[in-house]
């Protein structure tokens, strides 16, 4: 891959992980407003398939998947495509049950009120899984720039005789 083209990549995903950083800290802020929450909620969503995507088409770009080493990609970052769908899954969940919550209710609503421990440990496993997708995939996004993964090397073939 090209500087100039993985630099633009990165951008974009590293822009991608900072939308989801924006989102996850102003979304309480716009409590009151259900229909600019779900905007903002859509967007979060959208923009974590998106790097999910992006992601993948980084995969299929490197020169390992096209050697047909795919299990050797999927080794080196099954971590990040694990966190990323479950952060995602955690999102939907949170974002589906807080809409749930807030659809038709006043803006004075309070969403904290006893009673709702389930959305409170939810709330909770979402933002913590944030910190760890927010990890891995700048870390898979850093390490995907590595010349190695693009062409025939002996980082590679030590690898495949491994």
């Not at 490197?62 to 899954?89: C, E, P, Q």
């Not at 709702?116 to 927010?134: E, N, P, T, W």
Request: glycine share 4%; aromatic share 16%.
């Amino acid at each position: 891959m090209k500087v100039l083209q993985y630099g633009i990549i990165a951008t974009l995903q590293l822009l991608l992980l900072v939308i989801d950083i924006a989102i996850n800290t102003a979304s309480e802020h716009f409590r009151s407003s259900v229909l600019i929450l779900l905007v903002l909620y859509i967007v979060q969503d959208v923009a974590l398939v998106l790097a999910l995507i992006i992601l993948f088409l980084v995969f299929f770009n490197t020169y390992v998947f096209r050697a047909g080493l795919v299990s050797l990609l999927i080794r080196k970052f099954i971590a990040t495509i694990v966190v990323t769908l479950i952060y995602l899954a955690l999102c939907l969940a949170l974002h589906v049950w807080a809409m749930k919550l807030r659809w038709g209710k006043d803006k004075d609503f309070y969403i904290w009120d006893a009673g709702k421990d389930g959305f409170l440990i939810l709330y909770v496993c979402q933002r913590a899984g944030s910190v760890l997708y927010y990890f891995f995939y700048k870390r898979t996004t850093l390490r995907l720039g590595d010349p190695n993964y693009y062409k025939d090397s002996a980082w590679l073939r030590r690898h495949v005789n491994n």
